[in-house]
């Protein structure tokens, strides 16, 4: 099946700075990818929608200029956590389409913001 | 996206079979049902997905009632590795659709050995 990574796992930052997180597809092209947040013993909840070539669009509630999200290629989609503070820290998931529309989820990572 | 309902926690012996309840009552003709679960630190992972008769894959079978109000997913031989939760969601499409999905509170499967 189809798989997806992300990069790191697991970070660790001081208040204030900025995080990048990537997430590939490793053995398909991924027009649109998604990013999804889970805070702990909560569900995921989407956070923005990754095109392509094209700006991301954002959920309701998301700020788009502290989470930054780049999709320069048809593997490749990177969130930046800008100017990170203790309620950014979570789980961070990412998944990319299909060929046929279904979504194949990343491991995810784990950001926790000192 | 259309409401679905899940019991908050379900739990079942190591190597017996697992039913895990799902209601949509206001599910609509176009809709699909969809199957994901998502283990302890993981990412969701895809399980399974019906339109109207029964389905079966190497993971699961999806049993879907007559007037598709609910489903049940079906685990035959459940092992420790099962224990996660369980989301039931429905789509518009076959496949996840062009949007990202919704998750609700799922069922959270508890296995004792």
């Known amino acids: 099946g189809a798989v997806v990574s992300q990069h790191p796992s697991r970070v660790i930052c001081k208040s204030g700075t900025s995080v990048k997180i990537e997430c590939r597809s490793l053995?398909?092209?991924?027009?649109?990818m998604f990013w999804y947040r889970q805070f702990p013993k909560k569900s995921l909840m989407l956070m923005a929608t990754?095109?392509?070539?094209?700006?991301?669009?954002?959920e309701q509630g998301v700020e788009k200029d502290k989470f930054l999200i780049n999709h320069a290629s048809l593997t490749l989609s990177t969130l930046t956590v800008t100017s990170a503070h203790p309620e950014d820290s979570s789980f961070y998931i990412c998944?990319?389409?299909?060929?046929?529309?279904?979504?194949?989820f990343g491991p995810g990572t784990r950001l926790t913001v000192l | 996206d259309a409401k679905t309902t899940q019991p908050n926690s379900m739990e079942s012996n190591e190597e017996e079979p697992v039913h895990l309840p799902c209601n949509h009552s206001?599910?609509?003709?176009?809709?699909?049902i969809h199957w994901y679960r998502q283990l302890p630190s993981q990412g969701p992972e895809y399980v399974i997905h019906g339109l109207t008769s029964n389905v079966n894959n190497r993971m699961a079978s999806l049993a879907i009632a007559e007037d598709r109000k609910s489903s049940t997913l079906i685990l035959h031989r459940a092992t420790l590795r099962d224990a996660a939760v369980y989301y039931c969601i429905l789509r518009d499409a076959p496949g996840g659709g062009a949007d990202g999905l919704t998750f609700g509170k799922g069922t959270h499967l508890i296995i004792q050995p």
């Open positions: 053995d398909f092209q991924a027009t649109t």
């Open positions: 990754s095109n392509e070539g094209s700006k991301a669009t954002y």
């Open positions: 206001t599910i609509s003709g176009t809709d699909y």
């Open positions: 998944s990319a389409t299909g060929s046929y529309n279904e979504q194949f």
